[in-house]
């Protein structure tokens, strides 16, 4: 059985790998897109995809948020994964069917386009509550994002974040 260390170490280097490959083949000229501005439009997209999502989230409007999610799902590593996941549609549907309190944003976006998959970094602030939690306490995680378009519309991929230390 690997170990948390282990399943990391093997999930980073998929991510990587996939980093690598959009790498090579912007190099070579692959699938980048014709034109410079395509890339940053890509970007620009992909970061605004990044805000939107989470304010998705907080006003736990499904149609909004579900409309980034690939019919595939995209899949996720977090502080609590012992494994990569993929989400599927019934997480989500219990997600905003649920009384828990929401209160998300992404801040410090930054995004960069390699070919036609944006990479986004930013910080993850906020939480998600139960409903009987009085006073939520907001967190922080570095997070980054990888992006695509499926058909002419942007598709979130892969997500990762870390707990960042608190700063009190």
């Known amino acids: 059985m690997k170990s948390n260390l282990g399943v990391m170490a093997t999930a980073t280097l998929a991510v990587v790998r996939t980093f690598l490959s959009a790498s090579i083949l912007v190099s070579v000229g692959g699938c980048a ?5 395509e890339v940053d439009g890509l970007a620009e997209e992909a970061a ?10 907080t006003a ?8 980034y999610r690939p019919d595939s799902g995209f899949s996720e590593f977090t502080p609590s994964s012992k494994e990569l996941e993929r989400l599927d549609l019934g997480f989500f549907v219990d997600f905003f ?16 386009a390699l070919g036609d998959v944006a990479v986004v970094t930013a910080t993850r602030v906020g939480y998600i ?16 994002m990888v992006w695509s378009k499926i058909d002419g ?12 230390p608190s700063s009190k």
Do not use: C
């Open 97 to 112: 069917n649920s009384d828990n309190q929401v209160n998300l944003r992404a801040v410090d976006v930054k995004a960069q």
């Open 153 to 164: 519309e942007l598709k979130l991929r892969h997500l990762h974040y870390s707990p960042l």
């Open 33 to 37: 897109p014709d034109e410079p501005d």
């Open 129 to 144: 509550a139960a409903p009987e939690v009085s006073n939520p306490v907001e967190a922080r995680y570095a997070l980054t």
């Open 48 to 57: 605004a995809a990044t805000v939107d999502i989470y304010t998705r989230m």
């Open 60 to 67: 736990k409007d499904a149609a909004g948020f579900l409309r």
